[in-house]
């Protein structure tokens, strides 16, 4: 009996074998060529595209340059001397100054030289300083007396400030302007420099 069952597996064993196939490995799938389309194609995770330089505006294109009209001088409080306007054919030193600058100090008995030196000239000679205490630059002004003899003003808001200093760039002070008599800027620099001489 165990003669004819053994027999029986080892025929079901050989018939298993020839009836069923071999499985054979398949060849692994290909994965479907990407065209350039698709391999560019953006997903989540990807690095944003960078953007292209801001092209440059007006005010970057018309950086202002010596030749340049002057800005008005607007919203200033004046604390001596007579309102400025530009007029044509004058000649105007606008002074950029505050009370605690040691260098701006230094720099008043000049100008007040320069004041009277071209005052028959047609020359106005104006500091401006842009402190928010108005007082404090009242005082300071009050206590120079004639040796800070020309028109001084203040400009808390930096209107005219915005259209001297920061179109020309200046970061320290002093720094002067000279408006010539078609209400151009002619020079930029510190008033105890080169500035004498470009006046006359």
């Not at 294109?61 to 409080?77: H, Y």
């Amino acid at each position: 009996m165990a003669i004819i069952v053994l027999t029986c597996i080892f025929a079901c064993q050989s018939f298993a074998e020839e009836t069923v196939p071999a499985k054979k490995d398949k060849p692994a799938a290909k994965a479907p060529a990407k065209t350039p389309v698709q391999a560019k194609a953006a997903k989540l995770g990807d690095k944003a595209a960078a953007k292209a330089p801001a092209k440059k505006t007006t005010v970057q294109a018309k950086a202002a340059k010596l030749g340049d009209k002057a800005a008005l001088l607007t919203e200033l409080t004046y604390v001596k001397g007579d309102p400025v306007t530009f007029k044509e054919g004058k000649v105007y030193v606008v002074e950029f100054w505050a009370t605690w600058c040691g260098p701006c100090r230094t720099s008043i008995p000049h100008l007040t030289k320069v004041q009277k030196q071209y005052k028959d000239k047609g020359v106005t000679v104006i500091g401006i300083s842009n402190e928010k205490k108005l007082e404090k630059v009242k005082n300071y002004v009050t206590e120079q007396g004639e040796k800070m003899n020309y028109t001084v003003a203040v400009d808390p808001e930096r209107k005219t400030s915005k259209g001297y200093m920061t179109a020309y760039k200046q970061r320290g002070i002093p720094s002067a302007f000279i408006v010539n008599q078609k209400g151009n800027i002619a020079w930029v620099g510190h008033p105890m420099g080169e500035m004498d001489g470009v006046l006359k």
